[in-house]
């Protein structure tokens, strides 16, 4: 059983540019939630997306926006990257409706900003 | 609001000492209460769990008591060894929040052999 999978593993980008991360959730998972994590910071929930729909959103700007596919995949977009994007983003998964308060994270996305 | 503290590091311990990662919380309602761990370049894993107050969470020899009257979640463990040398979060999650996970700021362990 495939856990949560994302892609790329590391991405380097200049001051201006845009990003599109992508994550596949565990199998049988509906539920999918996005975070950055600064360096030696915890990480920050930026929003979650279940039914292709953003439900909750945490304190992120509107440069980072998402979308959810009908297979419940989702992507992670952000424009204008600043330095201080850079970071670890995570995503993860629960199970249907968001049911069940345990998150499988998966192995996130490294992404530099120069 | 709602956040989570929890003890600044490093912690460097010797092969077999005893482990207390210390956490507070402050929560509107009936938290559930997590550790998570990130070992070196790896991504976060669940280590443990408790959901109501009183409850015990457990696994690999960590153990954590969910204390209302303190508001903390402190992460124990008998025998540490090198292989739990990672970073441990502690966090919450309240049921109005939809599983939203509010994280401390972590605390790196280092285990000497």
């Known amino acids: 059983d495939a856990g949560v999978t994302q892609s790329p593993t590391h991405l380097i980008k200049t001051r201006g540019q845009q990003v599109t991360l992508r994550c596949s959730p565990k199998s049988g998972h509906d539920t999918v939630s996005w975070y950055q994590q600064a360096l030696g910071q915890g990480p920050q929930f930026i929003f979650q997306?279940?039914?292709?729909?953003?439900?909750q959103r945490g304190n992120f700007p509107d440069r980072f926006s998402g979308h959810q596919f009908p297979n419940y995949s989702s992507e992670l977009n952000v424009n204008a990257l600043w330095l201080g994007d850079s970071a670890l983003y995570l995503c993860?998964?629960?199970?249907?409706?968001?049911?069940?308060?345990?998150?499988?994270f998966g192995p996130g996305t490294r992404l530099t900003v120069l | 609001g709602n956040s989570v503290t929890q003890m600044e590091g490093p912690v460097t311990l010797s092969e077999e000492a005893f482990l207390t990662i210390n956490c507070t919380y402050t929560?509107?309602?009936?938290?559930?209460l997590f550790w998570y761990v990130q070992y070196p370049g790896e991504g976060l894993q669940l280590l443990l769990k408790?959901?109501?107050?009183?409850d015990k969470g457990s696994n690999k020899g960590f153990e954590a008591t969910y204390r209302k009257e303190t508001t903390s979640f402190h992460l124990e463990k008998g025998s540490v060894q090198v292989s739990d040398s990672a970073v441990y979060f502690c966090a919450l999650t309240l049921y109005s929040s939809a599983s939203k996970i509010i994280f401390g700021s972590g605390t790196r362990l280092s285990i000497r052999p």
């Open positions: 408790a959901t109501k107050a009183d």
């Open positions: 993860a998964s629960s199970l249907p409706g968001g049911r069940s308060d345990t998150q499988y």
């Open positions: 997306y279940y039914e292709e729909e953003e439900r």
């Open positions: 929560a509107t309602g009936y938290p559930s």
